[in-house]
């Protein structure tokens, strides 16, 4: 059963608007978050992360927002340029002594119009 | 900077074959892990080592096994390959030392393996 959903397979935004990028969690242990682009054919890319003592973390275009309550994490991306058309995969990882894994979503590809 | 690297791009191997994907990491990582991305299933781990010649299994392990002889090295071993084993390989590396960041793993590019 997987414990990292992301329920929207693809997503088509116009250049320069904001893209929203959604992911729900189910286990209360996972204590960081992490956001993975990946282009075809290469591997994914670590993008930015998120501790569970935060609520949001920016980095440049990109902003993790996490709302522990709800075991909900969204990725903005504003404004959305072509070179971000990617599949982002959400994936969380728990307290030791398994932190050493990440539990992945499906995957959101994301297509930016010019 | 970080390097991961996979033996091959892309594989076709047949039936019954056994077939070999090898990972190479330059970190001096102590984690590394083998992922198969299918469209609809995201990332799910196969296996995963925490040190030479340790090895644990992940959410799919079956009809898999690897091997981990030397620290930067990490091989996954499929003994009779099958259709339903065509996917998308990554290798991946991650350290154990608190200093390096929050556990991120780097990726390989991955190999597209189609079993015919």
């Excluded at chain 1, 990946?38 to 992360?49: M, Q």
């Excluded at chain 2, 330059?26 to 083998?34: I, R």
């Excluded at chain 2, 991305?37 to 992940?58: A, T």
């Excluded at chain 2, 003994?79 to 390989?108: D, H």
Aim: hydrophobic share 30%; charged share 25%; proline share 5%.
């Amino acid at each position: 059963d997987q414990q990292v959903k992301q329920n929207s397979p693809s997503l088509s935004v116009q250049e320069g608007r904001i893209s929203i990028l959604n992911c729900d969690y189910t286990n209360s242990m996972f204590d960081y978050f992490l956001w993975y682009k990946k282009y075809p054919a290469e591997g994914p890319t670590f993008l930015i992360s998120i501790s569970s003592i935060k609520d949001k973390n920016e980095d440049g275009r990109f902003t993790v927002f996490l709302n522990k309550s709800a075991k909900h994490l969204s990725l903005h991306i504003v404004p959305s340029q072509p070179g971000d058309s990617a599949v982002y995969f959400c994936a969380a990882r728990t307290h030791p002594p398994n932190d050493y894994k990440l539990s992945f979503g499906a995957g959101t590809t994301v297509t930016v119009r010019a | 900077d970080v390097k991961v690297t996979q033996s091959s791009r892309y594989l076709v191997k047949r039936t019954g074959e056994k077939v070999f994907l090898e990972c190479v990491q330059d970190m001096d990582h102590e984690n590394m892990f083998w992922y198969r991305q299918d469209p609809g299933l995201g990332l799910r781990l196969i296996y995963f080592s925490y040190d030479v010649k340790m090895k644990e299994k992940g959410d799919i392990p079956e009809g898999y096994s690897v091997s981990r002889e030397k620290k930067e090295r990490f091989s996954l071993i499929l003994e009779s390959a099958s259709t339903n084993q065509t996917s998308m390989y990554l290798c991946a590396s991650s350290s154990l030392r608190k200093t390096s960041g929050p556990y991120e793993q780097y990726f390989g590019p991955g190999t597209r393996l189609t079993v015919t």
